[in-house]
Nanobody, 124 residues
Framework: QVRLVESGGGLVQAGGSLRLSCTAYGRNFSSNTMGWFRQPPGSGRVFVAAIRRRNVNAYYEDSVKDRFSLSRDAAKNTVYLQLNNLKPADREVYYC?????????????????WGQGTQVVVSS
């Protein structure tokens, strides 16, 4: 079992930046693919980005790939999601996710473990 702990959410003005962190605790973390989803009010979780442990290349949802950046520090069991040029539409709860699978999935059911979520609020 892997436990994911997120941090870094908060309030920022439009055009500003935040960095979300997600640290994984538990065994077999090194085999995990990790990603981020976000959830608009009243809707399901939507894929944002994901990265494999042994691959420095991250994969992004099209609407964020020019503004968000995902990186991974395997030694710290942590992934970082850098959010730049934030817009009011980015105001959602962001969830970290992990899976033992080595393939990237943009579906919720592609991930076995989830964090508790961290709120991002963007003021206009």
């Amino acid at each position: 079992q892997v436990r994911l702990v997120e941090s870094g959410g908060g309030l920022v003005q439009a055009g500003g930046s935040l960095r979300l962190s997600c640290t994984a605790y538990g065994r077999n973390f090194s085999s995990n693919t990790m990603g981020w989803f976000r959830q608009p009010p009243g809707s399901g979780r939507v894929f944002v980005a994901a990265i494999r442990r042994r691959n420095v290349n991250a994969y992004y949802e099209d609407s964020v790939k020019d503004r968000f950046s995902l990186s991974r520090d395997a030694a710290k069991n942590t992934v970082y999601l850098q959010l730049n040029n934030l817009k009011p539409a980015d105001r959602e709860v962001y969830y970290c996710a992990a899976t033992i699978a080595t393939t990237i999935s943009a579906r919720e059911n592609g991930y076995d473990n989830w964090g508790q979520g961290t709120q991002v609020v963007v003021s206009s």
